[in-house]
């Protein structure tokens, strides 16, 4: 069976997707992208993961997308293939119900920060480089990198780093907010499953809703939380009852 270029393991309520075509730096193919969108409806769906942990194999976490597969697409394949799948996928990370967490083990360059910015929380090794070097390419972040950058850090370093792509060291992200925590490279995966598990501990469905308040909820997510308050009043029952019985619902308001 060909390995996966992007693997998923589930253990102890801990979900961890692994970016893994370390011979590439982890460069992100229509491959990769096709298969983080699978990854994205099943971990959406199973209310066993609490937590998503998010890492590169080898030494980088991601540098981005794959240049030589975007720079032979048609200008229709590049917008409606390239720039919105990405974005609608990432999205989806940023959107899944449970705490994702950026585990930046080496180079985090250009969509493959965009996708950690995607995370909840990001935590780095010692040493690792971010970057969006885009514009060196003659071209621009375009999964999300210029909204979701400037919404981390505030425009005037975000934009430091995106007319630059000069590339900021873990410390330095660190300190403008960018990441969460540094922590020695070997120390790196042992932390995040500490982090994850601290969080996994508490109630899921009071973080989950945590998450939506601080992300602000999108219309889906309130009528969700509508829905499921409306479904379980006395009203709700009154109605069903009524309904069943065939007669004219008697509403108290509770
Ligand atoms: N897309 C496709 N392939 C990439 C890639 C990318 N974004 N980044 C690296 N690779 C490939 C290289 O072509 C090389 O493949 P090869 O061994 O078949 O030649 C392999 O990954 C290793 O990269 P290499 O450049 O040899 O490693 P390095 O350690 O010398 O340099 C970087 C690492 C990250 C500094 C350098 O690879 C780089 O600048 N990459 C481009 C990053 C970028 O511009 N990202 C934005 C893309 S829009």
New binding site residues.
Partial sequence: MPTELVQLSITNSVATVTLNRP???N?L?GEMLDRLDAIADELDRNRDVRVVLLTGAG??FC????????SSLSPLEMGRRWIRDGHRIFERFARLPQPVIAVLNG?T????LELALAADLRLAAVGVQLS???V??G?IPGWGGTQRLPALIGASRAKQMIFSGARVDAAVAEGWGLVNEVVAAEELMARAHQLAAEIAANGPVAVQLTKQLIDGAEMASLEALAGSLASYTEDAQEGVAAFRERRAPQFSGR
């Fill in positions: 011979d590439k730096l460069a193919n030494k980088a540098v981005g997308a794959d240049i030589f597969e975007w180079y360059f250009g969509g493959g969006f070097p885009e060196k390419l071209i």
